[in-house]
Nanobody, 119 residues
Framework: QVQLVESGGGLVQVGGSLNLSCKAV????????MGWYRQVPGNEREMVAL???????VYHDSVKGRFTVSRDNAANTVDLQMGSLRAEDTAKYYC?????????????YGQGTQVTVSS
């Protein structure tokens, strides 16, 4: 069982920066992708940034050039550096990870951390 423990988040002004961190704990073996999703009440959860074990990253179009996702495979952590924040980035951000176990792929989300960007 893998659990994801998030830290960071909070309140920031438009144009500001914020960092999120997440650590995977538990029976960790075969971690694949790690990253971040976000959700606004009433909307579906959307992918913000994902990075594979080998370091290939993908981003939501709206955050390209502003956010950077990185991971430390030895520490089982993934970080999200958020810059040039906009009001529309306000959401609850969830850490994400998937992993192989036997012939199956499993995934999990963290408990979420609120990011609020004020104008």
């Amino acid at each position: 069982q893998v659990q994801l423990v998030e830290s960071g988040g909070g309140l920031v002004q438009v144009g500001g920066s914020l960092n999120l961190s997440c650590k995977a704990v538990g029976s960790i073996f075969g971690l694949n992708a790690m990253g971040w999703y976000r959700q606004v009440p009433g909307n579906e959860r959307e992918m913000v940034a994902l990075v594979t074990y080998s370091g290939t990253a993908v981003y939501h179009d709206s955050v390209k050039g502003r956010f950077t996702v990185s991971r430390d495979n030895a520490a089982n952590t993934v970080d999200l550096q958020m810059g040039s924040l906009r009001a529309e980035d306000t959401a609850k951000y969830y850490c994400y990870a998937d992993w192989y176990s036997g012939s199956k792929v499993w995934d999990a989300y963290g408990q979420g951390t609120q990011v609020t960007v004020s104008s």
